[in-house]
């Protein structure tokens, strides 16, 4: 009895990786997504402006040394949190009218190893994914090696994902 409900509860969870739960049925024009483009030159500004690109920057959170990321950080972090409880009590939908859903989250010791993994390779390299585009935009090109090196990353978790901790 238990294996039973335990073999049903992966199978939902296996359609839930398999599945996108808020991907859109809409198609668009090409044009449609210059929308994006320019929110997204904005968003690069916005980092730049606001240092949240600079690799000195990014040392001293790493080494303690500042409150700048952290404060950043954590203004996100409630920000989106503020986010989720408006759209959950108001159920908010998408501006076509499209339901949001959140899919319920299960924690995993995977999530540990990849944490520490992204937490090192940021240290490391003075860049997380977001920024890259910015850092790049704004003259560093070595960062190109940080870009493919997140690529790469990505890829190989693609090809080893069913041998790797969930």
Not at 64 to 88: D, E, R
Not at 121 to 141: E, K, N, S, Y
């Amino acid at each position: 009895m238990q294996q039973n409900r335990d073999t049903e509860k992966d199978l939902q969870l296996g359609e839930l990786d398999v599945m996108c739960v808020n991907e859109s049925g809409l198609e668009h024009k090409w044009q449609h997504n210059i929308k994006y483009l320019i929110i997204g030159i904005l968003f690069g500004i916005v980092f730049v402006k606001s240092e949240v690109i600079s690799w000195f920057r990014i040392q001293e959170m790493f080494r303690l040394q500042s409150f700048h990321m952290y404060g950043i950080i954590g203004s996100a972090v409630i920000t989106g949190m503020i986010s989720i409880f408006l759209i959950k009590k108001f159920n908010i939908k998408t501006i076509y009218g499209e339901p949001i859903k959140i899919a319920p989250k299960t924690f995993n010791k995977g999530q540990i190893y990849g944490g520490l993994i992204f937490g090192f390779g940021w240290a490391i390299t003075g860049a997380c994914p977001g920024p890259l585009f910015a850092q790049i935009g704004t003259g560093a090109t070595v960062i190109t090696v940080t870009l493919l090196s997140a690529i790469a990353g990505t890829w190989v978790y693609g090809a080893l994902r069913e041998k790797l901790p969930h």
